[in-house]
T-cell receptor, first 115, second 116 residues
Framework: QQQVKQSPQSLIVQKGGISIINCAYENTAFDYFPWYQQFPGKGPALLIAIRPDVSEKKEGRFTISFNKSAKQFSLHIMDSQPGDSATYFCAASMGYGGATNKLIFGTGTLLAVQP | GAVVSQHPSRVICKSGTSVKIECRSLDFQATTMFWYRQFPKQSLMLMATSNEGSKATYEQGVEKDKFLINHASLTLSTLTVTSAHPEDSSFYIC????????????FGPGTRLTVL
């Protein structure tokens, strides 16, 4: 199965709160899991990415938690700010470092951080 | 990070005309580029993989005669929407793998196509 399931579809968080977005996959051949942030009318921008050999990766306020056995991964945004309001996409691909880098995207989560 | 540009950023055309969209990798070479389309409030759908010097690989359900892809150099891929119709109106985005981590995809800013 090539699908990546993402939830929730939309999320409202108060400023300073924690935003959590979840994704699940079926294909165990996936070995690269990035998260992208997209503002209206713009292309997606890479936020943070993880490989399945680690369970967590943190960059600033953004953390990916990865559960290989459950085939799930999630994005946590700490101290959420109004500027974080955007659509977030998880993705997966296989063949890390190889020629096949097709990204399979989740359905997206529209995050609104209220001041 | 690596930069990918697209031109034009926005185009409006009449039904039946053809539209060409350019995707350029500005500071790196890309033997492979990807083309996506995105409808409002939806996810990115991969249309095709553009391969420098060879034919593009199209995803299932994408008409290759409708969406012509040419990857003539290591920094340029073009997508031509032929005989465009209103249902082709969408946001078209390209990406290219590059940088120190080969799997990292850099996305262009997108092209908004409106077919009247």
């Amino acid at each position: 199965q090539q699908q990546v399931k993402q939830s929730p579809q939309s999320l409202i968080v108060q400023k300073g709160g924690i935003s959590i977005i979840n994704c699940a996959y079926e294909n165990t051949a996936f070995d690269y899991f990035p998260w992208y942030q997209q503002f209206p009318g713009k292309g997606p921008a890479l936020l943070i990415a993880i490989r399945p050999d680690v369970s967590e990766k943190k960059e600033g306020r953004f953390t990916i938690s990865f559960n290989k056995s459950a085939k799930q991964f999630s994005l946590h945004i700490m101290d959420s700010q109004p500027g974080d309001s955007a659509t977030y996409f998880c993705a997966a691909s296989m063949g890390y470092g190889g020629a096949t880098n097709k990204l399979i995207f989740g359905t997206g989560t529209l995050l609104a951080v209220q001041p | 990070g690596a930069v990918v540009s697209q031109h034009p950023s926005r185009v409006i055309c009449k039904s039946g005309t053809s539209v060409k969209i350019e995707c350029r990798s500005l500071d790196f070479q890309a033997t492979t580029m990807f083309w996506y389309r995105q409808f409002p409030k939806q996810s990115l759908m991969l249309m095709a993989t553009s391969n420098e010097g060879s034919k593009a690989t199209y995803e299932q359900g994408v008409e290759k005669d409708k969406f012509l892809i040419n990857h003539a150099s290591l920094t340029l891929s073009t997508l031509t929407v032929t005989s465009a119709h209103p249902e082709d109106s969408s946001f078209y985005i390209c990406s290219a793998p590059g940088g120190a981590r080969y799997n990292e995809q850099f996305f262009g800013p997108g092209t908004r196509l409106t077919v009247l």
